[in-house]
């Protein structure tokens, strides 16, 4: 019975990049079947759209553009004061030493501060809320 229960962890793992490789071929393929689309639009004689969803790009570039202003300094400085305050907790109990947990994990937090403070003094680069998708009517 006990060789039994080894199978299940070694099926997940054969299995695994099985599933990766399979998802990457289909996306491979989607964009195949996509350029030939294009292709057989250029050939007709229609004029194919730059993007597939144009207000797409622009609300993927808007959160893109949103996420590397002030927001990222506050993030990390949050993350970096949660990895000094983990360590001070870490050396303090399993070390016995409280002494030696807030000088490491104290080093950390003041990082961490000083990361969040500067992320709260950055200006905001806010941009205008892009408009929803749309359809675009096709160009005759």
């Known amino acids: 019975m006990s060789d039994v ?4 962890p070694l099926a997940a793992v054969l299995a695994a ?9 289909s996306r491979m393929r989607m964009r195949e079947l996509q350029v030939r689309e294009r292709i057989a639009m250029i050939e007709k004689g229609l ?4 993007e597939v969803d144009p207000a797409g790009f ?6 893109y553009e949103r996420s590397t202003g002030s927001d990222r300094g506050r993030r990390a400085g949050i ?14 109990v399993a070390g016995d ?14 990082i961490g501060l000083a990361l969040l403070v500067n992320g709260l003094l950055e200006p905001s680069d806010r941009h205008a809320p892009v408009p929803p998708a749309t359809r675009t009517p096709p160009v005759e």
Request: charged share 10%; hydrophobic share 65%; net charge positive.
């Open 17 to 25: 990049p099985i599933i990766v490789i399979f998802s990457m071929w």
């Open 5 to 8: 229960f080894w199978l299940i």
């Open 47 to 50: 004029v194919p759209p730059p």
């Open 97 to 110: 030493s409280v002494r030696e947990g807030l000088g490491v994990g104290g080093f950390l937090v003041m």
């Open 58 to 63: 622009d609300r993927a570039m808007a959160r």
């Open 79 to 92: 993350m970096v004061i949660g990895v000094g305050l983990g360590l001070v907790f870490i050396i303090s």
